[in-house]
């Protein structure tokens, strides 16, 4: 099943973020588009005021090979970008475990909805995450019921489910397991106590939620 993740991230993490991180005053928004050439971010939208020192700290940076306002509306301003040989590790990242960009906006940080096949995609997007140093903070993560989207509002705190997406993603709940959790303590720079206390708790209100409630329904 498909899931999707909200997250956060630095603008030094990818080429667009760092490029367009030149003024306070401009707000980048990635145009929802699929490029039929294969490009990697070509189009995003600048709301903002001085579009003109805009455009030419964007021109002046290395890695740009040309920059062209395709529409301008009020405030705002929608780019195509050409980048040259460089490609960030997000981007490759992103590309390798199949993940669907949704919506980006930021400046810095960065906002990303990202969709991913399955868990399989949302495992090689946070493990090579790991292995590039390229840190985030998920914000919220869920599923998409079959035939309708859907949200699973299952109550629990940002540190319950970040120890919890870390647990499950290296694989502490599998047979056998592959984490401790003095290991999945250490990908979040906490005791192991408090781990232990955020996946207990954290699983504990999402079994109860999901177990409880579908047994609800069922005699209902």
Not at 2 to 21: K, P, Q
Not at 164 to 181: C, D, I, M, W
Request: glycine share 6%; hydrophobic share 40%.
């Amino acid at each position: 099943m498909a899931v999707i993740v909200e997250l956060t991230i630095d603008s030094e993490s990818f080429d667009l973020g760092r490029v367009t991180a030149v003024s306070n005053g401009v707000h980048i928004e990635l145009e929802r588009v699929v490029p039929t050439g294969g490009e990697v971010m070509p189009f995003f939208w600048a709301r903002g005021t001085d579009f003109e020192a805009f455009e030419r700290a964007v021109r002046n940076n290395s890695i740009v090979d040309e920059l062209t306002a395709v529409a301008r509306v009020e405030n705002r301003v929608l780019y195509r970008v050409s980048w040259g040989g460089t490609t960030s590790s997000l981007t490759r990242i992103l590309t390798d475990s199949e993940a669907t960009i949704l919506e980006a906006h930021g400046n810095d940080p960065w906002m990303f909805r990202l969709r991913f096949n399955d868990h399989t995609g949302l495992t090689e997007f946070h493990n090579r995450c790991q292995e590039e140093n390229l840190e985030f903070h998920v914000e919220r993560i869920y599923t998409l019921a079959e035939g309708e989207p859907g949200v699973y509002n299952f109550d629990i705190t940002n540190e319950q489910q970040e120890a919890l997406v870390t647990a499950v993603s290296e694989g502490y709940f599998e047979v056998p397991r592959q984490t401790t959790l003095s290991e999945v303590a250490e990908r979040l720079g906490i005791s192991p106590q408090a781990a232990s206390e955020r996946v207990r708790r954290g699983a504990d209100t999402v079994l109860r939620k999901v177990l409880l409630s579908q047994s609800a329904a069922d005699l209902s």
